[in-house]
């Protein structure tokens, strides 16, 4: 009985040092992207180069990904509620929005097919330079991806 309290403590206190250390690191490059924009005075936004930092360490592999899964999988569940401020800021701008209601879906049906053609394109234009069989794995692979999830 002694030994299952002290092992339910022990993997608590693991899975919370593994939380904290995956909201650390992501603090970390918040905090660096804001530092940059500091330095460097350009009108980004310090979240932004902070997400460019951490995108290009993990893609250098230089963090592991699954130091990050943590706060990730937390953040990832509740992400619809970082949209409800953006939801009620947007009720200060009814006029606004009652006034330009056109023009603005307008913009946001021609950009989304212009994003989806351009990649379209890109994928078609990028597949056709690799091996046949590389580009097969891509889209078999690809294809798998979406079933698993």
């Known amino acids: 009985m002694i030994n299952n309290k002290l ?4 993997t608590t206190i693991v899975s919370a040092v593994k ?5 650390a690191i992501l603090l970390l490059f918040l905090y660096l992207g804001k530092g940059l924009t500091y330095l460097t005075s350009l009108p980004i936004s310090g979240s932004i180069f902070g997400l460019l930092l951490l995108f290009s360490a993990l893609s ?4 592991p990904l699954s130091y990050l899964l943590p706060t990730a999988n937390i953040l990832l569940n509740y992400i619809t509620l970082f949209f409800v401020p953006v939801g009620v800021g947007l009720l200060q701008y009814t006029n606004l929005l009652a006034e330009f209601w ?15 053609i351009s990649v379209g394109w890109l994928y078609q234009k990028l597949t ?22």
């Not at 939380?19 to 909201?23: G, I, K």
């Not at 250098?60 to 963090?63: A, E, G, K, T």
Request: glycine letters at 2%; hydrophobic letters at 50%; proline letters at 2%.
């Open 19 to 23: 939380l904290v250390r995956s909201a």
């Open 128 to 149: 056709q330079k690799l091996p046949s069989n590389l580009s097969q794995g891509l889209s078999q692979k690809s294809a798998c991806s979406r079933v698993e999830k």
């Open 60 to 63: 250098l592999r230089l963090i």
């Open 7 to 10: 092992l339910l403590n022990k």
């Open 102 to 116: 056109l023009v603005i879906v307008i913009s946001s049906v021609v950009s989304t097919f212009a994003v989806l």
